[in-house]
């Protein structure tokens, strides 16, 4: 366990912004969970006798124009959007991965299937080509406003990724030799697809997940922000922002600034997060990595040795 | 795969990045400054530039009311009478209609003849003759008769659209009650007297069309114009369209034929800026001469600034929650008395409006005749409210739903502070909200239990506003309130002229309004003008529109 941990910081140390990635996620998930226990004020409590009131003092980011505790607000809105980010992206990768697993395995060949493969990516085609945003207000317009409503509406735009994504590791891992061992071995398609052929196709899934999930967070904020996302006064950056942004220009900046600070550091770090797996899933930069932690203390030792004889010389 | 050269000579760093977007970013929140925005002109002295949050997406009253049409209204069309104009109380420099009842003038009202020049009303009040004025040309050259105001009432009857309620309103049945009696002469006979018959003449919903053009265009294809005034005008008013692209600007011109005092703005551009930040920015920046519908926070931040100036005036603005009574627990009036009572009129004002509101104390607008406020008795008390749910067997409280607006930028904070307040009461509000189009649906299917809404009667008159808002057949009557006790009233009080029955009668039914708690009573907005200091003549009108014709510079 010391040995991981080890080879973490020094991975950290190799690629800091591997480190600030998982920070900012850390930060992210614990405000989440302990944002009741933090919090100094009710995040969904008016109290307009504390109206726009500048950062300091007892509220540490100011209050909104109906005098909702901003640092409350922002601290509280990690719960919902995560929440949904997550689920959506979950729901999403599932609906999606699966789908595509199908299609790949079954591309190639005669039968219906191949149609069927045939159909499925033409109707992922259409689903792609529509702009996310204007899919997501539709779907949000159609179903209603509601928490429910922005995590289908994000796992519908994200699909196709993972359906792409998934059908293209599938085309490459359905000919290798351990496929073709499980059928011939008498596993059905769907234990074959199941327990060999998806486990193995994961690893750029996971990383497009934490990258999903930083879109999934912007996305919701974005509905938000439009009036189509979660209802007020629930907290959520994106609603936070559009609640607040008319009052930058008479001077009242923090209603939207900080929430749009928190929004941007969040998906930040979640970008880093899923570059971070990206390397990691790879077992060429893997490799590379961890050969480049494992060397680098013997690495300075060479350089601190090299030095020292430098300077008797 | 780039190399490090490559990758240095095609692309800028990640700080370099960063510091143009920043730089960038500031510049956008800067506000414009003169000389700068190529698509707003910059207001010779007899150019008048509007930022508007719309252009008029229609023409023709008919079929549209929205904000960017009855502003075009007033200055494409002339109407048969028109209220003297009196002083501001509260607003220096601001004229406003003088719509206040005179027992020393004739017809105890103080009106002007615009395209009437005189006028009587019959003893039984049941029909006024007209006298029109001569010599008077259209934007097309057509000279005013009878006929036009003939026609334009005809078109009433036939297109069934608003012009409708304005039938309704006179007690209009047949298109045959207005008669033509000479090239100049003209008669409205009513089978009651009625105190509407003069105030109808100078609403903005009535303005008179030049026959011999709607003729023209129209043929026997489109007898009544419809498609030619949706675009165009066709009128005896002081402008003439330009220019309408929708969405972008509308762009009207001073007539050299018009019949009275030329209008010192020349040329007017009422450009479409949706947002008000963005109409505050360009006020600011002197790109504009006014700035309309800003916010109340901006209206303060503008009070500081020497180039600019902030007119606000009482006005006929109300806006108010729909409880449904047919939507329970909306059903019982103890239930509403008890929203009422919970509603924080002080910190709305004060939190949202920035005091430019007053308290809403009576079911019409406060600056109308005979609005009586003495029978408001909903201050904010939370006790006595519990009290009143108790009593109608909800003393546990309930959970609803409140619809708002969201292009309206104050009702969703005023929706919170409602929220919290009647939280407090045990009434758990889920708050909706709707875009606007699904918004004012919702309205008018009276679907919800509580929704927003913000309006103005436009006739100065008791029985015009009651009878818009609460006669149980008026469709307007959003809130599903029943009583025929009330339309009783209101009938009768549109049944005489005598100025002293009709109080005693409207008096009655603001009592009855005010203990039955149709609305949840918010706040009377008042009309603002943001400007530039250089500019006078602001006339508020009830209709809540400007006049371009009004307004010089100093």
């Given amino acids: ?313 | 795969m780039s190399d490090l050269f490559t990758r240095v000579k095609l692309g800028p760093s990640r700080r370099q990045f960063l510091q143009t977007a920043a730089a960038a970013g500031g510049a956008a929140m800067l506000p414009a400054s003169p000389g700068t925005g190529e698509a707003f002109a910059q207001g010779a002295g007899d150019t008048l530039v509007i930022a508007a949050p719309a252009t008029p997406q229609g023409l023709d009253i008919e079929f549209d009311v929205s904000i960017g049409s009855i502003d075009s209204l007033g200055a494409l069309y002339e109407y048969m009478l028109a209220y003297e104009k009196v002083e501001d109380p509260n607003a220096p420099g601001v004229l406003r209609e003088d719509t206040s009842v005179h027992a020393d003038k004739p017809n105890n009202m103080a009106l002007k003849g615009r395209l009437a020049e005189a006028w009587d009303v019959s003893p039984d009040g049941r029909s006024a003759t007209f006298k029109l004025r001569e010599g008077v040309k259209s934007n097309w050259g057509n000279l005013f008769t009878s006929k036009d105001v003939k026609w334009t009432w005809d078109r009433k009857f036939n297109l069934k659209g608003q012009g409708l309620f304005q039938t309704a309103v006179l007690g209009l049945n047949s298109p045959d009650q207005i008669k033509v009696e000479g090239d100049y002469a003209l008669s409205f006979n009513l089978d009651k007297p009625n105190p509407l018959l003069l105030k109808q003449q100078c609403n903005l919903a009535n303005p008179i069309y030049d026959a011999t053009k709607c003729a023209a265009v129209g043929g026997s294809a489109d007898p009544w114009a419809v498609n030619f005034l949706k675009n165009d005008s066709a009128g005896f008013g002081p402008y003439k369209l330009a220019q309408l692209v929708r969405g972008q600007q509308a762009v009207f011109e001073a007539r050299d034929d018009y019949w009275d005092t030329k209008p010192v703005m020349k040329r007017v551009i009422m450009r479409e800026v949706p947002q008000s930040a963005s109409r505050f920015s360009l006020l600011q920046g002197g790109a504009v001469d006014i700035a309309q519908f800003l916010q109340p926070r901006e209206l303060e931040a503008l009070k500081s600034q020497k180039t600019v100036a902030v007119d606000a005036v009482n006005s006929s603005y109300m806006i108010w929650l729909e409880l449904n009574a047919k939507i329970a627990p909306f059903d019982n009036v103890d239930v509403r008395r008890a929203v009422n009572m919970a509603i924080p009129h002080d910190e709305i004002i004060r939190t949202i409006y920035y005091g430019y509101a007053d308290p809403q104390t009576a079911p019409m607008p406060y600056i109308y005749p005979m609005a009586d406020k003495s029978f408001f008795s909903f201050n904010y008390d939370l006790a006595k409210a519990k009290a009143l749910l108790e009593k109608a067997g909800a003393g546990k409280g309930f959970n609803t739903t409140l619809s708002y607006n969201a292009g309206d930028p104050t009702q969703e904070p005023i929706a919170l502070l409602i929220q919290t307040s009647l939280r407090q009461i045990g009434i758990e509000l889920t708050l909706e909200k709707l875009p606007a189009g699904v918004f004012y649906e919702n309205v008018t299917k009276r679907a919800k239990p509580m929704i927003f809404y913000l309006d103005s009667p436009w006739t100065p008159d008791p029985g015009y506003s009651t009878y818009l808002y609460f006669n149980s057949k008026s469709y307007v009557n959003y809130s599903n309130y029943v009583n025929t006790d009330v339309d009783v009233l209101i009938t009768e009080g549109l049944g005489t002229l005598d100025n002293a029955i009709r109080l005693e009668k409207y008096k009655k039914v603001q009592k009855t309004l005010m203990e039955d708690a149709p609305w949840g009573f918010i706040a009377y907005p008042k009309y603002t003008l943001a400007r530039k200091a250089n500019l006078k003549g602001f006339t508020y009108y009830t209709s809540n529109n400007l006049r371009f014709q009004d307004f010089s510079r100093r």
Wanted: glycine content about 8%; hydrophobic content about 55%.
């Fill in chain 1, 1 to 313: 366990m010391l040995a991981i941990v080890s080879l973490c910081a020094r991975i950290a140390v190799i690629r800091p912004r591997f480190a600030l990635g998982y920070l900012i996620v850390a930060i992210v998930a614990v405000l989440a969970i302990l944002a009741p226990l933090i919090a100094p004020y009710s995040p969904t409590e008016a109290d307009s006798t504390n109206f726009l009131q500048s950062p300091g003092g007892s509220h540490l980011f100011g209050t909104d124009n109906v005098g909702m505790d901003i640092f409350s607000r922002a601290i509280y809105a990690p719960r919902i959007d995560l929440t949904i980010a997550i689920l959506g992206t979950v729901l999403s990768a599932l609906l999606g991965g699966s789908i595509g697993a199908l299609v790949g395995y079954y591309s190639s060949g005669r039968g219906i299937r191949v149609w069927v493969s045939f159909a499925v990516m033409r109707a992922a085609d259409v689903l792609q080509a529509f702009p996310v945003f204007v899919f997501a207000i539709a779907l949000v317009a159609s179903l209603g406003q509601s928490i429910q409503t922005v995590v289908l509406a994000i796992a519908f735009v994200n699909a196709p990724i993972y359906l792409r994504l998934m059908r293209s590791q599938v085309l490459s891992l359905r000919s290798m030799r351990y496929v073709e061992a499980s059928t011939v071995n008498g596993l059905s398609d769907f234990q074959t697809i199941t327990r060999h052929v998806i486990p193995n196709a994961m690893a750029p899934v996971l990383a497009q997940l934490s990258i999903n999930v930083g879109w999934g967070i912007l996305l919701t904020a974005a509905l938000s922000f439009i009036g189509a996302g979660v209802r007020a006064p629930t907290p959520e950056w994106g609603s936070m922002i559009a609640m607040g942004f008319q009052n930058v220009v008479t001077g009242q900046w923090w209603p939207s600034m900080f929430p749009g600070a928190m929004l941007a550091i969040t998906v930040f770090g979640f970008s880093l997060v899923g570059t971070s797996i990206e390397v990691l899933a790879d077992p060429a930069k893997r490799r590379q990595l961890l050969n480049e932690a494992r060397q680098r203390p013997a690495g300075r030792a060479a350089a601190a040795s090299k030095r020292q004889s430098l300077e008797q010389v």
